[in-house]
């Protein structure tokens, strides 16, 4: 992961959250592949998997599990919780903007958020003014996490995101990070969702869950088990 750095910039844009979004309805159940049943050259190496599930690819909701490696034989730690994804569901092809969740198996790299206290394994960063995560891809340092005086439309200020809700606790994947391709898309984590009236709200491309499913995820995850974060439809992940 690449250190924060220092630029310059205007205003700001969550892309990830999409606070503009219609409401929509609690996640429907969905199928759940366990790890002894999806593909695996999605599982690597991990001892430790977050498996996002759906119905279909169109969908903006499913299903999470996180699961854990005990010898030879996978365990189901947490889960199953309702999750959103994408307000065009997923994509095995996603690009920046196009409003989907991209399918795949990615790692899980590290934390960030809003408490003083990491309450997690996983490598933590308390966010502070100034804190943006860049999606503009003309820029070099294209989905990065940067310190800047303002944090200019496209890219994501953290820090209000973090204050407002939905990334007081936010989980990075390794989507598009080292090698980083411009245009294929950033910002890609696990956080809260964002509610209107009350109901969840399907994102530009993350994963979301209530603040205390999330928190289920956070206290598990432990870097030692290589753990990664496994997106797709039920079918897709079982290779049917």
């Known amino acids: 992961m690449r250190e924060w750095r220092s630029a310059a910039g205007a205003v700001l844009l969550g892309i990830?959250?999409?606070?503009?979004?219609p409401a929509a309805p609690a996640p429907a159940a969905t199928a759940r592949p366990a790890p002894a049943t999806i593909r695996p050259e999605l599982l690597g190496d991990a001892e430790?998997?977050?498996?996002?599930?759906?119905s279909r690819w169109g969908t903006t909701s499913g299903s999470v599990s996180m699961y854990q490696k005990v010898g030879?034989?996978?365990k189901r730690v947490?889960?199953?919780?309702?999750?959103?994804?994408?307000?065009?569901?997923?994509?095995?092809?996603?690009?920046?903007?196009?409003?989907?969740?991209?399918?795949?198996?990615y790692p899980i790299l590290s934390g960030f958020g809003w408490y003083a206290s990491a309450r997690t394994k996983l490598p933590y960063t308390?966010?502070?003014?100034?804190a943006c995560w860049i999606s503009d891809p003309t820029r070099p340092d294209y989905n990065t996490r940067v310190v800047?005086?303002?944090?200019?439309s496209p890219n994501e200020n953290l820090y209000?995101?973090?204050?407002?809700?939905?990334y007081r606790r936010a989980i990075v994947t390794g989507y598009n990070i080292e090698p980083t391709v411009a245009g294929v898309g950033s910002a890609i984590f696990l956080h809260v969702h964002a509610y209107s009236r009350g109901k969840s709200r399907a994102t530009s491309g993350c994963v979301s869950l209530t603040a205390s499913h999330l928190y289920s995820l956070w206290r598990r995850l432990d870097p030692a088990k290589r753990p990664r974060v496994i997106i797709g439809p039920a079918s897709w992940l079982r290779g049917t």
């Open 160 to 166: 209000r995101i973090a204050r407002s809700g939905p």
């Open 126 to 130: 308390r966010v502070a003014p100034g």
């Open 16 to 21: 990830c959250v999409s606070l503009l979004l």
């Open 78 to 105: 947490a889960g199953p919780y309702g999750a959103r994804t994408g307000r065009n569901g997923l994509s095995p092809a996603h690009v920046e903007g196009d409003g989907t969740t991209p399918a795949g198996s």
């Open 148 to 152: 800047e005086p303002s944090c200019a």
């Open 48 to 54: 430790q998997v977050v498996v996002v599930s759906t």
């Open 72 to 74: 030879s034989t996978w």
